[in-house]
């Protein structure tokens, strides 16, 4: 019983975390900031944000000696992961639609089930496998519509492809640290060294990170607030009760939710092979989390 009540738990949270992470491209395609500029902020004020809701809640950061030496390589590499997740998928919108963006950065789960056995000897189930293929079934058909496109759509199809390879090495670090952190310890110091990577690249870019209108600003702030800090974080708190399969697989909802947004604010059309491929991808997730459940929640 204490597994099913844990498991519903952390599908209710991670619900919420899909439904703040859907609300990311468009605020990104609303922002005027440079791609990596936009990255910056979201990881910084994000981490900022993460801090300020342990502090206010007694769960402060585990700051102290006893913090596990061996968990700095893999939350600085887990902080560079993140980086280059951040800066090419947000970089991937300047030239492809948000449905076909959305949907191929979340392909993910195809190397993070690749490199779950080898790195942290967590076995994929059958049933898995079949979430994954239809969820990836459902990828192929919304992105279909851009190979008529020209070079610049599948520029950013490249882009957001390279997004999910970043993306998958940020899940799997962050599997192999949580189950030795607090959630607010990992998640603030992944953030800090993502802010720190993206800054740095910027400054060798002469990327601009200030001299903003505070229409500008309020955006990166929204961003930060809702994507970065519900969304990425309820994913982080989750990294600690399920396999990262099972949470990238989940991760997939947010292209349905990102389309929808973009057809309500943006008025991008959602043509019938795109609404197809929404509902092949949220089968996978179903069928991954029934998976999930019949073995109970991981580590």
Not at 114 to 136: C, D, F, N, T, Y
């Amino acid at each position: 019983m204490e597994e099913t009540t844990s498991l519903g738990k952390a599908l209710a949270i991670l619900t919420l975390g899909v439904a703040a992470m859907s609300s990311a491209s468009v605020l990104i395609r609303l922002c005027p900031a440079p791609a990596t500029t936009v990255a910056v902020y979201r990881v910084a004020l994000g981490a900022l944000l993460v801090l300020a809701a342990g502090f206010a809640s007694g769960q402060r950061p585990a700051f102290r000696s006893d913090f596990p030496g061996f968990a700095v390589p893999w939350i600085a590499a887990s902080g560079l992961f993140l980086a280059a997740h951040f800066a090419t998928w947000i970089s991937s919108l300047d030239f492809t639609s948000v449905a076909s963006s959305v949907v191929l950065v979340q392909t993910s789960p195809v190397f993070v089930a690749l490199l779950s056995k080898p790195v942290l000897h967590e076995r994929v189930k059958p049933l898995q496998w079949v979430g994954i293929g239809l969820a990836l079934l459902g990828t192929l058909v919304i992105a279909g519509a851009d190979l008529s496109g020209g070079p610049e759509p599948l520029k950013g199809d490249l882009l957001a492809l390279l997004g999910a390879l970043a993306g998958a090495g940020y899940w799997i670090c962050g599997r192999r640290v949580r189950k030795h952190l607090d959630t607010v310890t990992y998640a603030s110091l992944t953030y800090a060294a993502a802010a720190l990577a993206l800054l740095l690249f910027a400054a060798g870019t002469h990327t601009p990170v200030v001299g903003f209108s505070w229409r500008t600003y309020a955006l990166l702030l929204a961003i930060a607030i809702f994507p970065q800090g519900l969304g990425h974080t309820s994913f982080n708190w989750s990294l600690k009760h399920l396999s990262a399969t099972s949470v990238s697989v989940f991760a997939l909802g947010e292209p349905v939710g990102a389309t929808l947004l973009a057809y309500l604010i943006l008025h991008e059309g959602v043509p019938l092979g795109r609404a197809l491929g929404a509902l092949l991808v949220l089968a996978g997730v179903v069928l991954v989390f029934r998976a999930e459940g019949g073995s109970g929640t991981a580590g």
